[in-house]
Structures are given as C-alpha cells and as structure tokens.
C-alpha cells in the first residue's frame, strides 16, 4: 500500500514515511514510486535484478553531467550483470528531460536509464540522505547497490566537488555478484583488496585451523589466497 505525497508524482510506503534514519548494509531499500525520464517507476518492479541507485543535488551541473555521461557509456555492460542503472535528482521531471536532451545534443550520448524526480526530497530523507529539517540537497549525492532482494549491499556519498568512479562501482558489483557465490564446498567467496574478476580469491578461515595455529604464530589460517575456480 502507498500514499500520495505530491499530486501522484511521489508515493511512499507509509511504514516509511516519516523514517530519517539512515538506510544500513543488510536493510531492505523502501519501496516508492515516482515519476521518471522513462515513464511511472516503482523501485519494487526491480525485484528479481541488482540495482545501483545514485542520486543528485540538481540537474545542469557539471559534476554529475559527467557522470552521466560515464554511466551513459557502460550502461551496457551493467545490463550484462544484471543490474539496472537508476538515478535520482531533486529537480523536476521536466527539468530532467530537459538535462538529457542537452547532453544528447552536446555530447552525442543517450541517457536511456530512468532519472527519477524528488522535488520534496521525500525519497531522499527516507534514504537518510538528509535529515527531516534540511533544504539544503547538497547531501543528496548518495550511492547504492541492491541486491535482487532489494536489500543495500553496498552505500557511499560523494561531495558536490568530486565525481563518482563508474568503473570502482562497476568493479564493486562484479566483487559482490562473485562473493554470493559458494564453491564446491559451499562456503562463499571471500574478496580481497583490489580484486578484479579472474584474480585470486581469499579462502574463508577454518575453525579447527584456528585452534591449530593461533599459538604458533602461523598467518594462513586467517589469510590465505587461492585461485578463483571460476576461472581456472
């Protein structure tokens, strides 16, 4: 169930409403609905598929116009994984439209992901992207990967002034779509830093090793790297 919040351009989930606590890793991402570049959008029609959500303080600056353009570019290899590309900014739809348009004519680039409005930044507070007393959307430069639960695996901010790296995010989501899945031993993958995809993976602890060596100084009971039987 939903309730309007502005003239059907923005609904919540009411046990949301209100909420302006920030959003945690394993939580599940309220649901909402709202219009978008692309049509009505409702985050719960993404269920079944990851999500990165990123969001922006206003439309027409050149920080997040040149992400845009990063995402724009690689959006392809995100549908690849799996995972749809959705962002958020406090300014309006026709304003939005508008921000694509210019891009598309000034850069050649189609922006097809949706670009969501939230001009009462009512998804934004119920994110934690801003407390319930602020005006100032400055905050709003949030980013989250969901998982096909739609549950936040993943969150940062970024300031005004420093842009996102598409391709650390991309990265990040290869390594959490890698650690949900188990070997032939059913333990799940452990990723180290700096992990590409084909890199060695970390072999989760071993109880009984733990007891072993823990007197003896020995380290590869806790740290040990061993090739990804993914890929040979």
């Known amino acids: 169930m939903t309730e309007n919040i502005t003239a059907a351009t923005i609904s919540m989930d ?3 409403r209100g909420q302006f606590a920030s959003l945690r890793i394993g939580e599940t991402a309220p649901n909402f609905t709202a219009r978008a570049t692309t049509g009505p959008f409702s985050l719960s029609d993404y269920r079944g598929q990851w999500v990165l959500l990123f969001s922006h303080p206003a439309d ?3 920080v997040c116009t040149s992400e845009f353009l990063a995402f724009a570019r690689v959006q392809d290899e995100f549908s690849a994984r799996d ?3 959705v962002a958020l900014s406090v300014d309006s739809l026709f304003s939005h439209l508008a921000w694509v348009r210019a891009i598309n004519d000034h850069f050649g680039v189609a922006v097809r992901f949706p670009i969501i409005e939230d001009p009462t930044l009512e998804i934004g507070r119920a994110f934690g992207m801003l407390g319930h007393n602020d005006t100032d959307a400055s905050a709003i430069r949030a ?4 998982d096909p639960h739609g549950v936040v695996r993943f969150m940062c901010c970024y300031p005004t002034n420093v842009g996102r790296s598409v391709a650390e995010l991309l990265r990040t989501l290869d390594a959490l779509q890698r650690a949900d899945r188990s ?9 180290p830093e700096g992990w590409q995809p084909g890199d060695d993976i970390l072999k989760q602890p071993d109880a009984d090793l733990v007891k072993i ?10 740290y040990t790297l061993v090739k990804d039987a993914e890929h040979g």
């Open 213 to 222: 060596f823990a007197t003896d100084g020995a380290v590869d009971w806790f």
């Open 60 to 62: 027409f600056t050149p």
């Open 143 to 146: 980013t989250y990967i969901l």
């Open 14 to 16: 009411p046990l949301v």
């Open 183 to 191: 070997d032939d031993t059913g333990d799940y993958a452990l990723i």
């Open 83 to 85: 995972c749809a590309l």
